[in-house]
């Protein structure tokens, strides 16, 4: 009987849980996590935190799931190390789980601040249900707010801000939001939508130290050109850092993650790992790449899952990932990897109405839709083919993309 145990409960972990319950139905399972609830909806819960939705929906396994299916669930266990000689697992209680294949699956946890005051009372961070919850009760009593991160889950905290009715100051950086993926006519179209929700973006700004009062509760942030910013509420996400401490000394190899091949297979035999994690092998761009989307780490986990129970390199990851942001009156969404392009070719139709298409070597590895999401299948389709394009950058960007209108690829 095959043992397979997987580190971390996330949509990766548990997929690769339920897949190999499938696959191999009469294996022992074990999963571990580090945190109190079983898997939850991490896309909800910045839903929950903007007083939008209650905590009911968000839950999407009870600890009865795992036991319908046999799998061992163990909540607050923190994985202190890993010995891949004998297969075993080390955990703070001083227990020892043993394996025949092991799953890592623990994702990260948000990086702090590296300036003063960064951990005062009322900074938060955002990443699990319980963060959720507690950024949710500290909003709903706030007046002023701050947000430092100009990226995808930076805006979350601004859409809280707007939602509680906080009145916000986003600072960025650069000059505009998410500038490695969008031109400033792109970006003036989320600023807008940020200054309807009553939270400002600043530019060319950032946090050079927060201040704090007796009680140790964030009171200003003070950004490097010297401007101040009272807040009694703030949210820093700047990133992941991802958790590997209880890896040291195993021989995994790592470069900015954990480097797998396209089937989710580390360096060493027997050790996989899926989710937000990995630097896996992409295979529709031909090299390593990482992602951080929910589908992505659903599918990830399912692959490896699939390539446990066969001991064999059954099925290669292959995916075009997607990430919405629903915060405001229009649609939101970016695809591939739309930072990575050597070639951009991008149209604005209106107001609330953008697109830009990202390519590499003239093949689309990426793009952002604004207000019209319907061409995102075509240009995936694009991306999965392979096709060599950008010489007729004029049929992506017509309202409506017709395929057919595109030369064959020589």
Same mark, same amino acid.
């Given at each position: 009987m095959t043992e397979y145990v997987i580190i971390g409960d996330g949509i990766s972990g548990s997929s690769a849980a339920?897949?190999?319950r499938e696959e191999d139905p009469e294996s022992e399972i074990t999963v571990i996590t580090d945190e109190g609830e079983p898997l939850y909806n991490?896309?909800?819960?910045? %839903?929950?935190?903007?007083?939008?939705?209650?905590? &009911?929906?968000?839950?999407?396994?009870? %600890?009865? !799931?795992?036991?319908?299916?046999d799998i061992e669930l163990s909540l607050n266990t923190h994985v202190t190390g890993v010995d891949v000689d004998e297969?075993?697992?080390?955990?703070?209680?001083?227990? $020892? /789980?043993?394996?025949?294949?092991?799953?890592?699956?623990?994702?990260?946890?948000?990086?702090?601040?590296?300036?003063? +005051?960064?951990?005062? $009372?009322?900074?938060?961070?955002? !990443?699990?249900?319980?963060? &959720?919850?507690?950024?949710?009760?500290?909003?709903e009593r706030s007046e002023t707010g701050v947000v430092v991160g100009a990226g995808l889950l930076g805006i979350d905290f601004a859409a809280v801000c707007g939602a509680q009715g906080i009145e916000g100051k986003y600072l960025m950086r650069g000059n505009r939001w998410w500038r490695y993926a969008l031109s400033e006519d792109g970006a003036e179209i989320i600023h807008e939508g940020l200054r309807s929700k009553n939270v400002e973006?600043?530019?060319?700004?950032?946090?050079?130290?927060? %201040?704090t009062d007796d009680d140790g509760h964030v009171t200003a942030a003070v950004d490097?050109?010297?401007?101040?910013?009272?807040? $009694?509420?703030a949210g820093v996400a700047i990133g992941l850092n991802f958790n590997t401490e209880y890896l040291r000394g195993t021989g995994i190899e790592e470069d900015g993650g954990?480097?797998?091949? %396209?089937?989710?297979?580390? +360096?060493?035999?027997d050790v996989y790992a899926a989710g937000d994690i990995t630097r896996f092998y992409d295979v529709i761009l031909g090299e390593q790449a990482q992602n951080g989307s929910w589908g992505s780490a659903k599918e990830q986990g399912r692959i490896a899952g699939v390539n446990m129970a066969a001991g064999d390199e059954a099925e290669a990851f292959q995916w075009?990932?997607?990430?919405?942001?629903?915060?405001?009156?229009?649609?939101?969404?970016?695809?591939?990897?739309?930072?990575?392009?050597?070639?951009?070719a991008e149209r604005k139709y209106s107001d609330t109405e953008w697109r830009r298409v990202a390519f590499k070597d003239g093949k689309i590895v990426g793009g952002v839709l604004i207000g019209d999401l319907s061409p995102q299948s075509k240009f995936k389709q694009l991306m999965r083919e392979q096709r060599? /394009? &950008?010489?007729?950058?004029?049929?992506?960007?017509?309202?409506?993309?017709?395929?057919?209108?595109? &030369?064959?690829t020589q």
């Open positions: 339920e897949t190999l991490r896309i909800l819960i910045k %839903e929950h935190a903007k007083g939008k939705l209650p905590e &009911a929906p968000i839950s999407i396994h009870d %600890e009865e !799931w795992y036991d319908e299916r297969k075993l697992v080390h955990t703070h209680e001083g227990d $020892d /789980v043993s394996y025949d294949r092991l799953l890592i699956a623990t994702g990260g946890t948000p990086t702090q601040l590296p300036v003063d +005051n960064s951990d005062a $009372d009322g900074i938060h961070h955002f !990443w699990t249900f319980q963060d &959720a919850r507690g950024i949710r009760e500290h909003a973006p600043v530019f060319d700004s950032g946090v050079d130290h927060f %201040e490097p050109n010297g401007d101040r910013y009272e807040c $009694d509420f954990i480097v797998v091949d %396209e089937y989710m297979q580390t +360096n060493l035999e075009v990932s997607s990430y919405s942001i629903t915060h405001f009156d229009f649609p939101f969404l970016s695809f591939g990897h739309p930072t990575i392009g050597d070639e951009y060599t /394009v &950008a010489d007729q950058k004029e049929v992506l960007l017509e309202k409506s993309v017709d395929l057919d209108e595109l &030369a064959p």
